[in-house]
C-alpha cells in the first residue's frame, strides 16, 4: 500500500500553491498498487480512498503501515521522517537541501527552478507545472 | 579594519544638544565610518543650509565620513536602533542626541572591543553632571538592577564584565535584535537590547576612559512621551524577559512541519518554554501568550532568521544556531 499527501496548505491569495505537484492524475495511473490519500476536506479526491483530516497518530499509524509514501514540501515529509519512514518527495521551487531530509528520495528537476527567496510566502511565488518532475521518473523510484 | 556606524536618534533637539554631540562625534580620534542621523521629530526640517550643521556635513565630507540623514517612522528609537543594526556594518556606535562624548570614546571603546574575544558591547562611564553616583558595590547584573546604582553612573577603574548597558555603547552588530514589541517609549531598549547580547554568550563590557557626559534635557528627546501605561507596558515585557532569563525561551510561529523538524533537538535546549501552535506535536502555551508576555516575537521567527542569515543549511539546524 502506499500513501500520498498530494496538496500543501492553501494560500491566503487564493492561488494555487507552487509546491502542489501538477500530474498526480498521471502518476496514480501508472501505479497497480493500493494507495491512501491524505489531506483535508476541501482538497482534490484523487483516489478512491481518500481519508479527511486524521489525527496526527493515525497518520503516523498508515506511515508506519504502508509500503512507501509520495509527497511534496508539506508537513507529511517532516512527519515521515520522524517516523524513521523513508518516501519519496516531489520538489519544485523549494529547496530539498533545507527544507528536505536526506533520507528521502527527492526528485527535482533543476535547481535553477528553485526560488530565489527561499524564506517568503509562497504567495509570491506561481505555480508552474514544468518545474516538476515527469510522472513516468517517478515511478521508476518506487 | 572592521567598519564602523554611528547611529544618532534624535528628537526635538534640533538646537540644544543635537549640534554638541554632532561635533563630539566628527572630533572623534578614531571616525566612525558612517554617520546616520534618524530625525524622529514630528515636524522634521532640512538642516543643511543652517550654519552650523551646514559646517558640521562639510567636515563630515572632508574628514570622509559618509553621512546620512533619515527621517524616521516615529514608532520609537528601538525601531531607529534596529535599522542600524541591520545596515550591514560589523559595529554600531549608538549615541543618544543628548550624551556628548569625549574625543576618545570611539577609539578607546574599538580598541578594547576588538582586542578581547567575544565582545557583545563595550561603554564607557555615561556622567550626568553633578550627579557621581556610588557605584563601588555594583555588579551589572541584571538581577541587581532595581538594588544598584549603573556602573556607567561613575568613573570606571578597570574592564568589569557586566549583564546590560545604558545609554550610548559601541555594538556588534546584526547579531541580536532590538525588541520590536515594546510601546514607541523604547522604555529599557537598551538593556533588554544589551542583555540579549549577552544571554547570547557575548561579552558586555564596561571600561575606563571612554567618558561620555550625558546633558540629561527635560525637553525634547525620542523619549518625549508622557503616558504611564506605555511605560508599564514595557516594564511588563522586561520583567517577563528577565523573569525567565534561566529558561531558553522558544517561540514557534510557523508551520505543522516546522513543529516536527523543531521536535527533533528540542532535547538538547536547556529548560525550554515553548510557545506554539501545534501542541500535539511538542507540549507548548499559546503564541497570544508569547506575544502579550515578550513583546515582538521577530527574534523568534525562524524563517527571518534564516533570510537574515542567507541559509543554506537545513532546517534543523537552522533551529540549532537560533537556540542553542
Known sequence: MIVIHPFAKKLVNGKQNPKNYPYWKELIALIDEPIIQIGIEGEQQLTPDFRKNLPIPELRKLIQECRIWIGIDSFFQHLAWDEGKSGIVLWSVSDPLIFGHPENTNLLENRDNLSKNQFLWWDFTEHDASKFIEPEIVKNYL | ?324
Not at chain 2, 534624535?10 to 543635537?18: F, K, N, Q
Not at chain 2, 520609537?76 to 534596529?82: D, P, R, S, V
Not at chain 2, 525588541?179 to 571600561?207: C, D, M, P, W
Request: proline share 4%; aromatic share 12%; charged share 20%.
Open chain 2, 1 to 324: 579594519m572592521d567598519k564602523i556606524l554611528c547611529s544618532v536618534a534624535t528628537r526635538g533637539r534640533y538646537h540644544t544638544t543635537l549640534p554638541l554631540v554632532l561635533s563630539a562625534i566628527i572630533n572623534q580620534t578614531r571616525l566612525p565610518d558612517k554617520l546616520v542621523i534618524f530625525d524622529d521629530n514630528d515636524e522634521p526640517k532640512d538642516l543643511r543650509n543652517e550654519l552650523a550643521y551646514s559646517y558640521f556635513f562639510k567636515m563630515l565630507d572632508l574628514k570622509g565620513v559618509q553621512w546620512q540623514w533619515l527621517f524616521a517612522e516615529k514608532k520609537g528609537q528601538h525601531h531607529i536602533h534596529q535599522m542600524a543594526n541591520t545596515m550591514g556594518y560589523k559595529w554600531v556606535w549608538r549615541v543618544d542626541d543628548d550624551a556628548i562624548p569625549e574625543p576618545n570614546v570611539l577609539e578607546n571603546l574599538y580598541r578594547i572591543a576588538t582586542k578581547i574575544d567575544n565582545v557583545g558591547a563595550i561603554g564607557g562611564s555615561i556622567l550626568t553632571p553633578p550627579l557621581i553616583f556610588d557605584t563601588s558595590k555594583s555588579t551589572g547584573k541584571i538581577a541587581n538592577i532595581d538594588k544598584e546604582p549603573n556602573i556607567q553612573w561613575n568613573h570606571i577603574e578597570n574592564i568589569v564584565e557586566v549583564e546590560h548597558l545604558h545609554c550610548s555603547f559601541l555594538y556588534r552588530a546584526g547579531v541580536h535584535d532590538y525588541n520590536l514589541g515594546l510601546s514607541r517609549v523604547a522604555h529599557r531598549e537598551e538593556t533588554l537590547f544589551t542583555y540579549g547580547l549577552y544571554q547570547k554568550g557575548y561579552k558586555i563590557l564596561t571600561v575606563s576612559d571612554a567618558v561620555t557626559w550625558h546633558f540629561k534635557n527635560p525637553q525634547g528627546g525620542i523619549r518625549s512621551e508622557t503616558q504611564q501605561e506605555l511605560y508599564w507596558h514595557d516594564e511588563q515585557i522586561f520583567r517577563n524577559i528577565v523573569g525567565n532569563s534561566d529558561r531558553t525561551i522558544v517561540v514557534l510561529n510557523c508551520g505543522l512541519g516546522d513543529h516536527i523538524v523543531f521536535n527533533s533537538i528540542l532535547d538538547s535546549i536547556p529548560n525550554p518554554m515553548v510557545f506554539g501552535c501545534y501542541p500535539e506535536i511538542i507540549p507548548c502555551r499559546s503564541i497570544a501568550e508569547a506575544q502579550a508576555l515578550f513583546g515582538d516575537l521577530d527574534q523568534w521567527n525562524i524563517y527571518k532568521k534564516m533570510a537574515q542569515w542567507n541559509w543554506t543549511g537545513n532546517l534543523e539546524d537552522a533551529y540549532r544556531k537560533l537556540y542553542l
